[in-house]
Every structure is written in structure tokens, then in C-alpha cells.
């Protein structure tokens, strides 16, 4: 399957309103979503914890993460948001698709909004 992008805006929680928008590379493989660390700090995100990650190469780094409100394709969610370093693509993983009702069609190479979520 190629490579899916699509536009994503990223908020803090709260009365501010500065966005940090991009195109964003979907990536089933990845939990969390990822953006570099000065455009989320620009728009008021901090860093509320640390975690472990293993990358595509196998190998773990440890990256701060924070909360963020999370728009794809009219569908508004929340989730955690690691503090990428400077020049990365961003990516949107897993968490966030399933949380906004997003899903792959890797037929079509596509994403497509469910009519309902399960809850």
C-alpha cells in the first residue's frame, strides 16, 4: 500500500486558538501522532509526560508527549502528541484515526469516515 496523507490541525486544550496544520502521514504502525516540537510549542501544547517508543528501525527513544485536540477530515478528537524533532513529516497514528472514526481503505488507498462509532 502507498503512502496516505491528509490534512490534520492540532490545538491546545483551551481558550487559545492557534493551530498548527500540516499534512500529516497516516501510519497504522504508530500509536501516538507525531509533530516537531517547535511548531506544538508555538501553539501553546507543553509537554506533560515522557515515553518510550520504538521506531521503525527497532530501535527505542524516549520522547515528551502532550495534549492535543486533533481535527481530520471534519472530525474532531483528542490525543496524545509526541514532541517530534525539527524538519519530520508529521504522523498521525492509530489512536487518533480509530478515536475520529477514521479507517483505511487499502483498496482504494483511501480513508473513509464511519457512519457511527462503536462505543
Known amino acids: 500500500m502507498g503512502h496516505i496523507h491528509v490534512p490534520v490541525s ?3 486544550a483551551g481558550p487559545r ?3 498548527y496544520t500540516a499534512e500529516f502521514l497516516i501510519d497504522t504502525g504508530a500509536v501516538d501522532s507525531m509533530a ?3 511548531a506544538l510549542q508555538a501553539i501553546g501544547i507543553e509537554p506533560i509526560g515522557r515515553q518510550s ?3 521503525a ?3 527505542e527513544q524516549e520522547f ?3 495534549l492535543a485536540q486533533i481535527e481530520v477530515m471534519g472530525a474532531i ?3 496524545r502528541v509526541v514532541f517530534g524533532p525539527e524538519g519530520m513529516e508529521p504522523i498521525l497514528g492509530v489512536t487518533a484515526l480509530e478515536s475520529a472514526g477514521i479507517v483505511i481503505d487499502p ?3 483511501t480513508l473513509r469516515k464511519l457512519p457511527a462509532l462503536r462505543l
Open 17 to 19: 486558538d492557534d493551530r
Open 36 to 38: 516537531p516540537a517547535e
Open 57 to 59: 528501525d527497532g530501535s
Open 10 to 12: 492540532l490545538k491546545a
Open 107 to 109: 483498496a482504494r488507498q
Open 64 to 66: 515528551a508527549f502532550g
Open 77 to 79: 478528537t483528542a490525543g
Open 53 to 55: 517508543y520504538e521506531l
